[in-house]
């Protein structure tokens, strides 16, 4: 009798302990699971970063540990923010992670934004995060211009003369150079005239009798210019002189010596230097936009343009001087994170995202954004 008490207990002992340690196992892995589908199960890119650079768009973003996947990157003249905005019009190019940063071209200017998702196998992780792997605003777009030709030079009244081009593009701008001597390359010499398209011509004024040369070089909307000079076609290799009138009497003085050649012809204007940024101005505030409108001014005038440290002055500078709502707040908290992320100050960036989330409008991109900066953090 007493024997089988005995098996009995020890029976229930061990079938308790087995059904113990089979129940936390099964949280553990419920706990394992979510996180699993969390980071690995639906794989993103983080830290998406776009930017200009000289005719043509970077793009880089912080890929998975895993080689096997790659990158399918998206361009839209509208946001990608749902599922089906990732349309197969809008893909433009598959990568995996050497390939990175990605230049892209766009046809034509404009604004455009970027979305990059995962994929392997013929599986699309289609997973979008704003600040993440989708742009919420758009990058500026102007292609890299190309040389212009000079289509005639013309003698006008006086000592005027007309230099005709074909201007590629009506918002570019246009600069000549003027020399007594061929202009090979640009060194030393300043821009006599600067016109905006879609005028076609300088008009400048030149001395009789001596010889000149002429260049011109092409600048795109977002400053970008081409200094490359091709004879014949934006860089003339003949000389051009206006003749000198012939004198009707006959003077017995000696004849008066003729000025020495120069470079340019015309008095350079003196371009009044652009003052200094002082780390206390509020350049922005002088008309004292609403809440709103100074957000947005600094989010696309510094932000955008990874002027991080300005960024986050401007931002100190609404929350102080502006009446701020809680979604603005939100907004302001948010991007004073992610300015503090990108200049690695990761516990201000951690802070500000905790703030974000004492609101609803950026709680799930601030989780997101906290993930990451703790992971910076250890």
């Not at 946001?79 to 995996?96: C, R, Y």
């Not at 292609?143 to 013309?154: A, C, E, F, G, Q």
Request: hydrophobic share 35%; net charge positive.
């Amino acid at each position: 009798m007493i024997k089988k008490i005995l098996a009995s207990l020890i029976l229930i002992m061990l079938f308790g302990d087995i059904s113990l340690f089979s129940q936390e196992n099964i949280q553990g892995n419920i706990n394992i699971k979510t996180k699993s589908q969390i980071i690995n199960q639906v794989p993103f890119v983080s830290l998406l970063t776009v930017k200009y650079d000289k005719g043509a768009v970077s793009i880089d973003f912080e890929p998975l540990k895993d080689p096997s996947y790659s990158y399918k990157i998206y361009r839209s003249t509208t946001a990608i923010l749902k599922e089906f905005d990732l349309s197969t019009s809008n893909l433009i190019k598959v990568i995996k992670g050497n390939d990175l940063p990605f230049k892209d071209i766009p046809n034509a200017e404009g604004n455009y934004y970027y979305a990059v998702i995962v994929t392997r196998n013929g599986q699309d992780y289609k997973k979008l995060i704003p600040f993440q792997n989708t742009l919420v605003y758009p990058v500026d777009f102007s292609p890299y211009p190309k040389p212009i030709k000079i289509t005639k030079i013309d003698k006008q009244k006086g000592n005027r003369v007309a230099i005709y081009i074909n201007p590629v593009n009506k918002s570019w701008k246009y600069i000549l150079y003027v020399s007594n001597k061929q202009i090979k390359n640009l060194k030393g010499l300043k821009p006599l005239q600067i016109i905006i398209g879609p005028k076609n011509h300088f008009d400048i004024t030149l001395e009789k009798g001596i010889n000149y040369f002429f260049a011109v070089t092409v600048k795109n909307r977002l400053g970008v210019e081409n200094n490359s000079l091709i004879p014949n076609q934006n860089s003339t290799v003949k000389p051009f002189k206006l003749e000198e009138e012939e004198k009707k009497t006959v003077s017995l003085k000696k004849p008066v010596e003729k000025a020495p050649k120069i470079e340019a012809s015309q008095p350079k204007p003196v371009k009044k230097p652009t003052p200094k940024f002082k780390a206390k101005s509020k350049i922005i505030h002088k008309q004292k936009p609403n809440t709103e409108s100074a957000i947005s001014i600094t989010i696309s005038k510094y932000f955008i343009k990874g002027k991080y440290k300005r960024s986050i002055q401007e931002l100190n500078w609404i929350l102080k001087a502006y009446p701020t709502t809680g979604r603005q707040k939100s907004k302001i908290y948010f991007y004073l994170g992610q300015s503090y992320f990108y200049i690695k100050n990761y516990k201000k960036a951690l802070k500000y995202f905790i703030l974000c989330k004492d609101f609803p409008y950026y709680k799930r991109e601030a989780d997101t954004w906290i993930d990451r900066v703790l992971l910076k953090i250890k």
